[in-house]
């Protein structure tokens, strides 16, 4: 079974500081994705990675970076945490197959709270 | 813009009926559509999807149908049960390595 694992469930941060989240994944996956699911809103692509070093912003890059220094480990960063930043975080993976589509396995979730 | 809609924030179907669950997109390059299942502080699962080269995908209790001229497409349920409720996601992509593109999401309540 593909796992994707995101390294905190729940995590509670000040206004501010650095936050760092990390997502493993352990089926070998070229591509890695971070969401944000909020409310009304549905799942928003923050950013995604198509192969180590590689990173792309998706719709709602703003306040965030990302880090793929190795192929299973995704890390999306907040430079400086903003209390509209609270939210559910969603790490992704999937396979890649040239243009052809596969689906993407989402890992449990981080629900961040900035206060 | 939103690329992928889905018009219906909640629908409350009847355990053992069919559930029938839209999904309406806007951009003509996407190519593949998903729907996901999410259940409340779990991240969401693969359900079913449907390549833009078909009109319909089944799996057990699971049909996925794509009207590509009308850029809609539906799941549907049947029977639908009461592990069935969640929040489901239609979701959309251009091939690739682009991340995929969600709908706002349905919830789906199965009343007993």
């Known amino acids: 079974d593909v796992k994707v694992t995101q390294s905190s469930r729940y995590l509670v941060k000040r206004t501010g500081e650095k936050v760092f989240l990390e997502c493993v994944q352990d089926m070998d996956h070229e591509n890695m994705f971070w969401y944000r699911q909020d409310p009304g809103l549905g799942l928003r692509l923050i950013y995604f990675s198509y192969d180590v070093k590689m990173k792309e912003k998706g719709d709602i890059p703003e306040g965030y970076s990302v880090s793929r220094e190795k192929k299973e480990r995704f890390s999306l960063i907040l430079e400086s945490a903003s209390t509209n930043q609270t939210s559910m975080y969603l790490c992704a993976s999937s396979f890649a197959n040239g243009d052809l589509n596969t689906e993407a396995f989402f890992g449990q979730g981080t629900r961040l709270t900035v206060v | 813009d939103q690329q992928v809609k889905q018009n219906s924030p909640s629908l409350s179907v009847q355990e053992g009926r069919i559930s029938i669950l839209n999904c309406d997109y806007t951009?003509?390059?996407?190519?593949?559509f998903l729907w996901y299942k999410k259940y409340p502080a779990e991240g969401p699962t693969f359900l079913i999807s449907i390549s833009s080269i078909k009109d319909k995908n089944e799996d057990g209790r699971f049909t996925v149908f794509l009207n590509k001229s009308a850029k809609h497409l539906s799941l549907h349920i049947v029977p639908s049960q009461p592990g069935d409720s969640a929040v489901y996601f239609c979701?959309?992509?251009?091939?690739?390595?682009?991340?995929?593109?969600f709908g706002k999401g349905t919830h789906l309540i199965i009343q007993p």
């Open positions: 951009n003509s390059m996407f190519d593949y």
């Open positions: 979701a959309a992509s251009r091939g690739g390595a682009d991340g995929l593109t």
